[in-house]
């Protein structure tokens, strides 16, 4: 029997278990797709927001300080890049600059740091491309960009690392409690545990409503991007934003870690039901175009490479819910994780395991735990002198695979082995980034997949794109007679 199990293995779920594998815990990941980041942690902005937005009253507002806080340790224990590259709230009218004040004013019973109302002519020096006509704007020194998908795989990977297990293509289909536990089943397996954590994201409510009655919804909440190429790189160096409004913080324009930029979202309330509703669609990219006008009149939109859709986990409380259940002993809600919820991770996953603890009466801790996470190779990066040494070594890191992006078949091959690693195209991509240049995978598409094939010693036709039933190959061609 565990003692915890988690559903869901998106960056909340990830960033809990690997807070409980510092106590010793017997710890399961509950995961229903093939890969960990399958849900919103894999399509939203990347953003590590300062911290002043969210009410200071609120779990969001509290969380989002406390994790922009931590998250520099987390991620140099981790090994994933971080950037705080600061952010702009923009005002181009009086009623906007009064908002920028109240953000200030919040940000300040929040503590957050170094913040500073900027006149509209200081926000141009910093930023020269944006759209004329800025009255002020609130510098925030302290907000950054992550990889979202790298900073959950690398707190799963961590968590594995330190004795959880991941359970991939585990749908959790019912819950029921029993004496001194609960039995969580799929529709082939099953497992038992002392604990259980909710973070299953935009399923949460249906994941919830499994063992107590209706006290929230969740519904989806749309958001569409543009991604612009490298090329584009110089033209906004922080994370702009205009004022927010009810529907959330606005379309922004950001650098991303790698250097694309970054244009989106718009918000678009959608059916409780469509919850994998991710596609783009015309009109919605349209007003991102338009909305992303009002920060700069400069985007680069030929050099866009791709669009992309996530979507948000709109809880009905407003509010984030991170609670054990009144209906249900032992059975903990982290839901309602719409932004700022990548922000906050590293602190909700410190909440949980105070819960986890007060539920349990105390918890020992894990002497063996070991925090850092071995590093990622970016060949690319590397001096002459190392890459001839790491070539050396393992002659796959003196072939390049994805010329794009100049990755070589040793950092995928690492990417495949590893605690939690790829086993699809698309993983791949998002852990070390075949497939993510100017080509979108059109030249390495078929080597990523051979090299998929090889390693995990499957035939081709089974190396799927992404999740469940995204068949690449079915068959050969010139067969027979
Ligand atoms: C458009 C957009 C922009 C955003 N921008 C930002 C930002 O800039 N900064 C920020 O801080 N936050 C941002 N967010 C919010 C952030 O993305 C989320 O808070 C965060 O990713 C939530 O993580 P999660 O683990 O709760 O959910 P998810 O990543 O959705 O993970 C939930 C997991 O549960 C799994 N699951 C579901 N049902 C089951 C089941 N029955 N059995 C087993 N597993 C199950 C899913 O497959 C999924 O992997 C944004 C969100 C969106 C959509």
Request: aromatic share 6%; hydrophobic share 35%; net charge negative.
């Amino acid at each position: 029997m565990y003692n915890v199990a988690v559903i869901g293995a998106g960056v909340i779920g990830t960033a809990i278990a690997r807070e409980l594998s510092k106590f010793d815990l017997k710890i399961v990941i509950l995961e229903r797709d093939n890969d960990v980041s399958s849900g919103s942690t894999k399509a939203n902005s990347a953003i590590i927001h300062a911290g002043y937005d969210a009410h200071f009253d609120t779990l969001k507002g509290k969380m989002n300080a406390r994790g922009n806080y931590l998250m520099e340790d987390v991620c140099n224990e981790l090994n994933v890049p971080f950037k705080r590259i600061g952010s702009l709230v923009i005002a181009r009218s009086e009623k906007e600059f009064e908002t920028v004040k109240e953000l200030y004013e919040n940000g300040l019973k929040l503590e957050i740091p170094g913040m500073e109302i900027i006149s509209g002519e200081e926000a141009m020096k910093r930023e020269p491309n944006l759209a004329e006509g800025v009255l002020g704007a609130l510098y925030a020194p302290t907000a950054g960009i992550v990889e979202p998908w790298e900073l959950a795989m690398a707190y799963a990977e961590n968590a594995i690392d330190n004795g959880a297990e991941l359970r991939l293509n585990f749908e959790v289909r019912e819950i029921e409690k029993k004496e001194d536990c609960y039995s969580v089943r799929s529709e082939k397996d099953s497992v038992e545990a002392e604990y259980v954590i909710n973070a299953a994201g935009l399923y949460a409510d249906r994941i919830y409503n499994m063992v107590a009655d209706s006290e929230f919804e969740i519904h989806p909440r749309r958001g569409q991007y543009y991604l612009l190429d490298k090329e584009a790189g110089g033209l906004i160096n922080h994370v702009v934003f205009p004022c927010p409004n009810e529907m959330g913080k606005g379309t922004l324009v950001a650098p991303t870690i790698d250097g694309n930029i970054l244009v989106g979202p718009d918000s678009e309330d959608l059916e409780r039901e469509d919850k994998e509703a991710v596609n783009t669609t015309y009109d919605r990219l349209d007003r991102v175009k338009k909305l992303a006008g009002n920060i700069s009149d400069k985007i680069p939109y030929k050099l866009n490479i791709t669009t992309f859709a996530g979507l948000r986990a709109e809880p009905s409380t407003d509010d984030f819910i991170i609670e054990e259940s009144k209906q249900a002993k032992g059975f903990v809600n982290a839901a309602g994780m719409k932004s700022p919820g990548l922000s906050s991770a590293p602190a909700i996953a410190e909440y949980v395991v105070g819960i986890v603890e007060k539920m349990s009466g105390g918890l020992q801790k894990n002497e063996n735990f070991k925090p850092v996470r071995r590093k990622r190779i970016k060949f690319e990066e590397l001096s002459d002198e190392e890459k001839n040494e790491m070539i050396k070594k393992d002659s796959r890191y003196g072939r390049i695979i994805c010329r794009c992006e100049m990755i070589t078949e040793g950092e995928i091959v690492d990417a495949i082995h590893r605690s939690a690693g790829g086993r699809t195209v698309n993983g791949i991509k998002r852990r070390c980034r075949p497939g993510a240049g100017r080509c979108q995978g059109g030249f390495c598409g078929p080597r990523v997949m051979e090299i998929l094939a090889r390693e995990l010693n499957v035939p081709m036709e089974e190396v799927l794109m992404e999740n469940k039933g995204s068949v690449i190959l079915t068959g050969k061609t010139k067969v027979g007679g």
